[in-house]
């Protein structure tokens, strides 16, 4: 009866779900270094470290499992898998909201990495669409993904300052459990898939690698921030007790910067060919991004990091989409987990190198990550990348 609703209003079930888990991991994502400093009873330093691992033990698990849970997706159904790993993740944000101790948070967080592998259910899903269908369905999840990220963090930011941390990963935790349900209700079970076999592996090992390793270093650009935000607004000016709020406005920036490179990837491809614009997004992104230790201020900082972000962010769908469609859900999981992967070395390394150098430095190495793919890409190895290809 549900899903009959859902069908009849004919709403787009899988964007909408990965909006909202999106949403609600962003949503939690952004305030979670200000509740361990409130939790921790050790110094700057051990605190700064604690929190680059408690951020970045959830995605350095799920870098791990993504693969298997792909390699049973793609031999099972990826909608039962989907609809499990959702109602654990709320489950997951429950435990967090009870943690008391970053001990506690910690083990709450390696937890919720052990289930963190949904994005790799709907991308096999999408997969399995057919024809065309499968291109506007992946662009849709993308973009659903982009926006989730732009309203989480902003959002998230006001109600931990207003509500609570704890009762924001519970609201966290229950749109989750939504998210669950409407897949259960909303999105029909995928069959066989929907090309032969041949056809969908007709992506290297050697074309993956290289693009697991391009998703690695832009997505490392894009995610180390948030850990270190703490530490890095004071000294541009911003008083203590407004750094949650002014570090949810940069964050809701890039996000919107993000959602916006993203919707023009494809556009810039047809115009200028897909190899001028990755290149050129890693080389603008990597020059901006240590132009980041120059800012005066934080409204200036969170300038310079809107136009970073918007320049790096056509990477991405550039060189995830087309493997998405050709590759079976084992390959797709460990793309996947390259992104899920910087989730995990940017907080680490961001905040590793900043309890013992300057916020400049931390910049510089990050950039020069992006900047070391740029001769694959420049000499077209691994990944295939040409004008208007598709």
Not at 361 to 369: C, F, N, P, S, W
């Amino acid at each position: 009866m549900i899903a009959a609703g859902i069908r009849a209003l004919r709403i787009p079930v899988l964007p909408l779900v990965l909006f909202f888990g999106t949403f609600a991991w962003s949503f939690v994502f952004v305030s979670l270094p200000f509740y361990i400093e409130r939790l921790s009873q050790l110094g700057p330093i051990s605190t700064l470290r604690w929190t680059g691992w408690i951020l970045g033990i959830t995605p350095l698990v799920t870098v791990l499992t993504a693969p298997l849970w792909g390699r049973l997706a793609g031999h099972g159904n990826p909608k039962t898998f989907y609809v499990t790993v959702e109602l654990l993740q709320g489950i997951g944000f429950f435990l967090m909201a009870l943690a008391r101790t970053l001990t506690e948070l910690f083990l709450a967080r390696l937890l919720l990495g052990l289930v963190g592998a949904a994005s790799t259910f709907a991308f096999i899903i999408a997969g399995r669409s057919g024809g065309r269908a499968v291109r506007r369905e992946i662009s849709a999840i993308q973009t659903a993904m982009t926006v989730g990220q732009v309203f989480g963090p902003l959002a998230g930011a006001v109600a931990a300052s207003r509500l609570g941390f704890t009762a924001s990963f519970v609201l966290a935790g229950a749109i989750l459990w939504g998210c669950s349900g409407l897949v259960r209700w909303g999105v029909p079970s995928p069959g066989s898939p929907a090309e032969p076999v041949e056809v969908r592996r007709r992506a290297s090992w050697r074309e993956i690698g290289f693009v697991c390793l391009l998703v690695l270093a832009t997505s490392t650009q894009v995610f180390f921030l948030t850990a270190v935000l703490p530490q890095i607004l004071p000294p541009l000016g911003v008083a203590p007790a407004e750094t949650l709020e002014v570090g949810g406005l940069i964050i809701f920036a890039s996000g919107v910067a993000a959602a916006l490179g993203s919707l023009a990837a494809s556009r810039l491809a047809d115009l200028l060919g897909e190899r001028l614009v990755t290149a050129g997004s890693l080389t603008v992104s990597s020059l901006l991004l240590a132009l980041l230790a120059a800012a005066p201020n934080a409204w200036l900082f969170g300038t310079v990091r809107f136009f970073q972000v918007l320049s790096v962010a056509p990477v991405f769908p550039l060189a995830v989409a087309r493997i998405a469609l050709r590759a079976e859900g084992e390959a797709i999981g460990f793309v996947n987990s390259s992104r899920i992967g910087a989730a995990f070395l940017g907080p680490v390394a961001a905040t590793t190198l900043l309890s013992w150098f300057s916020p400049g430095i931390v910049y510089g190495v990050l950039a020069l990550a992006g900047l070391a793919c740029l001769p694959v890409v420049l000499a077209d190895q691994g990944l295939r990348i040409g004008r208007g290809s598709a």
